[in-house]
């Protein structure tokens, strides 16, 4: 990593690490709202997440992303706001922002309806900083003035976002997009920074009850970025309810460019979730099918603290 950042330098290039752009946001299946602004409040639920993600298992000092995300609903659900800490560290280099979030959901179908119908829109402002650590990067003192320049390791930059959703009777289809602010001022455009390239996402999925108990969640994700390849992400959500409202998942995810550090590749991986009000324990593990065995995986965690009241679980009256 750190040969790459020299010569990258050498040729007065801006350094971007590919695979350190917004890695939190491959954590949608535990915050579908680190896609999506729209999302925030969404459906009358609030929490509070940790995620916690370990890239390329088995290297040293290799690539982790730490995330703190919350979000809320108000004024009888139709609004919403969102909060996101996140930093993505990669040896020397890191990648660190704070963004705030808007919602505005409406709702179509009656109120109390399992299943509502509605559209929300979402819009997002976030402040983003790349650095790069010279003392970890360079063992000896550099006399070049390019080495010398802290923008080239330091560089803060502002952005916002919107998104859109639509639901009904359990499915979904919601686009995003990230990075709006280099088509209105040029200055904050450069075609090597992928960090704050425009970022498109656009998810779908269906929830399909097959018993009482049962739910399949099939869903689907697609990630496209301006200078970078395409990512998708394929779901099969198998969750088990129980009379309580507590639910457990398994999730089989397949992704065709992980955007690993040394190189993007296919991977396959599971997903597991447990909840009981008001908690939320995740895991996932993901392993990559090609580009070599470089490494036993990443591996993710994630902790959720439900911020409303738990949902009336109302009984079917007997006949």
Same mark, same amino acid.
């Given at each position: ?42 459906? @009358? ?76 829109? @979402? ?26 320049? #802290? ?18 009777? $359990?499915?979904?289809? $919601? ?29 779908? $999925? ?19 970025? #301006? ?52 908690? $939320? ?39």
């Amino acid at each position: 990593m750190r040969v790459i950042i020299f010569f990258s330098f050498l040729l007065g290039l801006n350094f971007a690490v590919s695979g350190q752009n917004f890695l939190f946001q491959n954590q949608n299946f535990f915050k579908p709202y680190l896609t999506n602004p729209a999302l925030a409040g969404s459906q @009358g639920h609030g929490s509070a997440t940790v995620i916690y993600k370990k890239q390329l298992a088995g290297f040293k000092n290799s690539p982790n992303s730490q995330v703190i995300s919350a979000d809320y609903p108000f004024s009888k659900s139709k609004i919403g706001v969102g909060f996101n800490l996140f930093k993505d560290q990669n040896g020397a280099s890191s990648y660190a922002g704070v963004e705030s979030t808007f919602a505005y959901h409406i709702i179509t179908t009656k109120k109390g309806d399992k299943k509502p119908s509605g559209f929300s829109f @979402g819009l997002s402002a976030n402040v983003n900083q790349f650095r790069v650590n010279k003392i970890r990067l360079l063992a000896d003192q550099v006399d070049d003035d390019i080495f010398n320049d #802290e923008s080239k390791f330091n560089h803060v930059s502002p952005n916002f976002n919107v998104g859109f959703n639509f639901f009904s009777h $359990g499915y979904f289809i $919601g686009v995003s997009a990230y990075n709006f602010l280099p088509f209105f001022n040029p200055v904050f455009t450069d075609e090597n920074d992928l960090q704050n390239a425009l970022t498109v996402f656009v998810s779908t $999925g269906l929830e399909l009850p097959i018993k009482d108990k049962l739910v399949i969640r099939p869903s689907l994700v697609v990630r496209t970025q #301006e200078n970078a390849d395409y990512q998708l992400d394929v779901l099969g959500e198998i969750r088990f309810l129980t009379a309580q409202g507590s639910f457990f998942s398994l999730a089989p995810v397949y992704r065709n460019f992980s955007y690993r550090t040394i190189n993007g590749s296919q991977s396959v991986g599971l997903n597991a979730l447990v909840s009981k009000h008001p908690f $939320g324990i995740g895991y996932q593990f993901d392993f990559p099918l090609t580009g070599g065995n470089f490494s036993a995986g990443d591996h993710v965690f994630s902790f959720t603290y439900q911020l409303t009241a738990k949902p009336k679980i109302t009984s079917k009256k007997k006949k």
